[in-house]
């Protein structure tokens, strides 16, 4: 008989106590993922144990629900290694679904896929990934790491990412909408470490390490044959990604735009890139799309050497090169003290070409990107209204430095400047309706601000809050009754600390 165990899960928009269950899955539980989910309801966590588990699973309509997610985790000392299989996981038509502390390696296909089962009405939904590392794949073509088709409202975060399939992507997102791609390390990449197509939009992708990247470390855009595109009458490629205070290293280009319409590329360190800092690109001419354009560049910090010089950017054909806007990014050539600085689409506006932005200490598999003292980046940048924190979790001050890394972050009365650690806080219900409740501890100064964007960085300004703090605690409630469905970041900032949580939001 197997064996159930039981824990409490307090579920805060009802009443009394439910209880979800632990299915463990190995020696003396259940032999595989399948097996398992055969039997899951609402609420309940398939554990994988130590060991190594053979990959391969299929599985349809794995559905929790908004305040019993089903979720499925290895031990979070390490060790739950999923291993082989065409797939470690083939996920279809999931939702309200957590995937964590899970090691995955040498699949065939893909790694991990989750799509929508090709109903694009029902898209696959509110699915969290976090603390996972992808090893490798043992494959050489358009093979992904983590594979995602038709999914809305979610989040991939704290995971790690290592030695792409060199024809593949280490996230490929075909029509996919609302999610955030946060605090991921990815490591010798193939063609991309993150692609983002098929009428992709609202995606923040920010405080991502990506070292040694890939081809196109980003590709914001792609293309992608007519059936695949989500929703199927989308004009575009990609739209209303945000790329925000991420560090690059070598890549043959760190950022790719390729069919791309209304993207941003801010406050970004691209360090060392192999050919090019920024690609411009149209590879789907179907009349239907719109040319690649009106997208931004600026805020970020790129430091080269002769590779990527002459030319800096790459301008395809039929793109929008004359629409992209362009300002306060600093260039600096290590090979030429004489550079005249790159060949960009549109003037850059009130740019630093060839003065050292004095790194800290940056090397091409991590260091420190922060410009010390007397860097020309410090606070030469546009102050952003989006006020998300930069690449460490430390606010940017007003000005902001230029890069991923605020240099002269701000201080308190005490002089402390603020430090990246997360605050205690705490949001419910997760997702919610229409009221967010939160509250917040480990405070040190008498007030909290509180600042609320979409994926796209947009402000919603009447959110905006001040709280004065009581023994080290606040709290408030948000009314989104007005906002649409869809990811939001709650900024939390206080004098000492800074901390960035997701909320979703529902009908």
């Known amino acids: 008989m197997r064996r159930y ?42 554990y994988f144990l130590q060991g190594t588990h053979a990959g391969g699973a299929f599985v349809e309509n794995l559905q929790g629900s908004a305040s019993a997610p089903i979720t499925i985790m290895g031990d979070p000392a390490g060790g739950s290694i999923i291993e082989g299989g065409t797939n470690a996981f083939q996920f279809s038509d999931p939702a309200h679904l957590r995937i964590m502390h899970l090691i995955f390696d ?20 509110n699915i969290l990934i976090a603390y996972c590392t992808w090893r490798g794949i043992d494959a050489t073509g358009n093979n992904d790491q983590l594979k995602m088709s038709g999914v809305e409202y979610f989040e991939i975060r704290d995971c790690t990412f290592r030695n792409g399939s060199p024809g593949g992507s280490m996230i490929d997102m075909v029509g996919c909408h609302y999610g955030m791609i946060s605090g991921n390390r990815f490591e010798n990449g193939g063609s991309n470490s993150i692609q983002a197509k098929g009428g992709t939009h609202d995606i923040l992708i920010t405080r991502n390490g ?22 199927q009458n989308a004009d575009y490629e990609a739209t209303s990604i945000m790329v925000w205070a991420n560090v690059f290293t070598g890549s043959m280009a760190p950022v790719a735009y390729v069919g791309a319409v209304a993207c941003a590329v801010v406050h970004n360190t691209m360090y060392m890139p192999e050919k090019w800092a920024v690609r411009i690109l149209q590879e789907n001419t179907d009349p239907r799309f719109q040319l690649c354009g009106e997208n931004l560049f600026r ?25 992209f806007a362009l300002s306060h990014n600093l260039w600096y ?98 997702p919610a309706r229409d009221i967010v409740r939160i509250r917040i501890e480990g405070l040190r100064s008498p007030e909290v601000r509180l600042l609320v964007h979409d994926l796209a960085g947009r402000r919603l300004n009447h959110l905006d809050a001040s709280l004065p703090t009581r023994t080290g605690a606040a709290a408030a409630s948000l009314d989104f ?7 939001y970041i709650i900024s939390v900032i206080d004098d000492t600390r800074a901390s960035s949580i997701p909320v979703r939001i529902v009908r």
């Open 5 to 46: 165990i039981l824990i409490p899960l307090f579920v805060l928009s009802i009443t009394s106590a439910a209880y979800a269950r632990i299915l463990p899955i190995g020696p003396g539980g259940y032999a595989d993922l399948t097996a398992a989910a055969a039997d899951v309801q609402p609420g309940d966590t398939l």
């Open 106 to 125: 040498r699949q065939t296909g893909n790694g991990v896929n989750i799509d929508d089962g090709g109903s694009f009405e029902t898209p696959a939904n």
């Open 210 to 231: 990506f070292y040694y990247g890939g081809q196109r470390a980003i590709n914001i855009g792609g293309s992608t044959g007519l059936p695949y595109f989500r929703p």
């Open 299 to 323: 805020n970020n910090l790129i430091v080269l050497d002769s590779r990527a010089a002459a030319p800096t950017f790459n301008i395809g054909p039929n793109t929008r090169p004359e629409t």
């Open 333 to 430: 050539n290590i090979d030429d003290a004489n550079w005249q600085g790159p060949n960009t689409p549109v003037l850059d506006a009130q740019s630093i070409i060839g003065s050292d932005p004095l790194l800290a200490s940056p090397g091409m598999t991590g260091g420190d990107f922060t410009p010390g003292a007397g860097s020309p980046a410090i606070g030469a940048g546009f102050a952003m209204p989006e006020e998300l924190p930069d690449f460490l979790g430390v606010p940017f001050n007003s000005p902001p430095s230029i890069g991923a890394v605020e240099g002269d972050p701000a201080v308190n009365s005490a002089g402390v400047p603020p430090l990246a650690r997360d605050l205690n806080v705490t949001i419910h219900p997760q």
């Open 481 to 487: 009754a007005d906002a649409i469905p869809g990811w």
